[in-house]
């Protein structure tokens, strides 16, 4: 069974740059045919992508986000990772990971929370 | 982008009761539309995909139907376990996926 479990700060300084990790077990992150997402919820609010890594190490992302996000993949690990700068408190929200097949997001991590404060 | 919008945006229903929640995509997106479940303090479940496949493990009083610009997901006969926020996506343009405001289904 995959899993995916999101891991960082929970509480990052406005203007700082937010950094998390999802660390796949029960299935390899190389193999072929999936993309790996994330995606953001603020709380109370619906849900926004972010933006995904293909297997191959391509990167699509949202439009509105582009300029301060970068997504990565550490194969030796067995995971991808998130960074966004510059943050502001319109970034605090819920942050998932999930494995994406066949442009369906069918495997989420549980989600965790980043505040962004002082 | 493709804007998705849900409705209604929160609804009432019974135990029992045939439950239908509509999504209207802003461009068409042919079937490229997924249906997700969420409970509170809880991740999104895939429910549908690819507007009416079941994903494996849905119970299947769930399905899903429509192409172009307009989809619906029909809950034939509500359990307590199924209230619950549901999510549209889409997945036609892989330069930006989007979702629907979500619709909350309460109990009556």
């Known amino acids: 069974q995959l899993q995916l479990q999101e891991s960082g700060s929970g509480l990052v300084k406005p203007s700082q740059t937010l950094s998390l990790t999802c660390a796949v077990s029960?299935?390899?992150?190389?193999?072929?045919?999936?993309?790996w997402s994330w995606i953001r919820q603020p709380p109370g609010k619906g849900l926004e992508w972010i933006g995904y890594?293909?297997?191959?190490?391509?990167?699509y992302y949202n439009p509105s986000l582009k300029s301060r996000v970068t997504i990565s993949v550490d194969r030796s690990k067995n995971q991808f990772s998130l960074k966004l700068s510059s943050v502001t408190a319109a970034d605090t929200a819920v942050y998932y990971c999930?494995?994406?097949?066949?442009?369906?997001?069918?495997?989420w991590g549980q989600g965790t929370l980043v505040t962004v404060s002082s | 982008d493709i804007q998705m919008t849900q409705s209604p945006s929160s609804l009432s229903a019974s135990v029992g009761d045939r439950v239908t929640i509509t999504c209207r995509a802003s461009?068409?997106?042919?079937?490229?539309l997924n249906w997700y479940q969420q409970k509170p303090g809880k991740a999104p479940k895939l429910l549908i995909y690819?507007?009416?496949s079941l994903q494996s493990g849905v119970p299947s009083r769930f399905s899903g139907s429509g192409s172009g610009t307009d989809f619906t997901l029909t809950i034939s006969s509500l359990q307590p376990e199924d209230f619950a926020t549901y999510y549209c996506?889409?997945?036609?343009?892989?330069?930006?996926?989007?979702f629907g405001q979500g619709t909350k289904l309460e109990i009556k």
């Open positions: 690819a507007a009416s």
């Open positions: 996506q889409q997945s036609y343009s892989t330069l930006v996926y989007t």
């Open positions: 029960g299935g390899s992150i190389s193999s072929g045919g999936y993309s």
């Open positions: 461009q068409s997106i042919s079937s490229y």
């Open positions: 890594i293909y297997h191959s190490g391509s990167t």
């Open positions: 999930a494995r994406d097949r066949e442009a369906a997001l069918d495997y």
